[in-house]
């Protein structure tokens, strides 16, 4: 699977952004979709998640109740609609892909394929 994440920007607190990540292969139906981010200066850290069905998501506390984590199978894409953003959404947001195993993990180790990222910058 290749992933190719787009949407980032430069926007203001309190702006919202929708970032896509489209995949190529044919089973894509198949596979947990998540989306991590990387501030400068630390680690990768889990953002959300959504099972193949698109049926059972989870998100990191952090952006509970802001961000919400949608797909579309006929279209190989997964979205991340981020809402009320604030700087500390500031990061490189990346999507990662695994085989569905009924678990959604958080553990980026656990994630076998990676988009190359887009920047997302939220001024104050």
């Known amino acids: 699977v290749q992933l190719q994440a787009c949407g980032g920007g430069l926007v203001q607190a309190g702006d919202s952004l929708r970032l896509s990540c489209a995949a190529s292969?044919?089973?894509?139906?198949?596979?947990?979709m998540a989306w991590f981010r990387q501030a400068p200066g630390k680690e990768r850290e889990f953002v959300a998640v959504?099972?193949?069905?698109?049926?059972?998501?989870s998100y990191d506390d952090s952006v509970k109740g802001r961000f919400t984590i949608s797909r579309d199978n006929a279209k190989n894409t997964v979205y991340l609609q981020m809402n009320s953003l604030n700087a500390e959404d500031t990061a490189v947001y990346f999507c990662?892909?695994?085989?569905?195993?009924?678990?959604?993990?958080?553990?980026?180790?656990?994630?076998?394929?990676w988009g190359q990222g887009t920047q997302v910058t939220v001024s104050s």
């Open positions: 990662a892909a695994r085989p569905d195993s009924g678990v959604e993990y958080r553990q980026r180790s656990r994630y076998d394929f």
């Open positions: 292969g044919r089973t894509f139906s198949r596979y947990s």
């Open positions: 959504i099972n193949w069905k698109g049926g059972r998501t």
